[in-house]
């Protein structure tokens, strides 16, 4: 069973930046891609960004592409996304998962397809 928290939201105006943390108990993390989504009110849960077990793959929903970074640090077991030019259509609350797998590569933009869920952090952006 993998626990994840997440960390690092809050308030900030359009234009500004916030890093999320997502913190992984398992020690194995190294193991797991792991990926960022997120759902704002009345909306559906959408996809944000994957990174791959080893960080060398990413994928981004086009509406962040250029503005958010996926990033992984396997040693202190913490997936991070840097959010930049923030704007209020990125208002949400933000969930890290993480899901198994033997490839290195593999990345799922996919929500159903992951094991674990963080419990989210709200990122408010005001115009």
């Known amino acids: 069973q993998v626990q994840l928290v997440e960390s690092g939201g809050g308030l900030v105006q359009a234009g500004g930046s916030l890093r999320l943390s997502c913190l992984a108990s398992?020690?194995?993390?190294?193991?797991?891609?792991a990926g960022w989504f997120r759902q704002a009110p009345g909306k559906e849960r959408e996809f944000v960004a994957t990174?791959?077990?080893?960080?060398?793959?990413?994928s981004y929903a086009e509406s962040v592409k250029g503005r958010f970074t996926i990033s992984r640090d396997n040693a202190k077991n913490t997936v991070y996304l840097q959010m930049n030019n923030l704007k209020p259509e990125d208002t949400a609350v933000y969930s890290c998962?993480?899901?198994?797998?033997?490839?290195?590569?593999?990345?799922?933009?996919?929500?159903?397809?992951?094991?674990?869920w963080g419990q989210g952090t709200q990122v408010t952006v005001s115009s």
């Open positions: 398992e020690r194995t993390f190294s193991t797991y891609a």
């Open positions: 990174i791959g077990r080893s960080g060398g793959s990413t």
């Open positions: 998962a993480a899901l198994s797998t033997k490839t290195m590569k593999f990345a799922s933009t996919q929500w159903a397809e992951y094991d674990y």
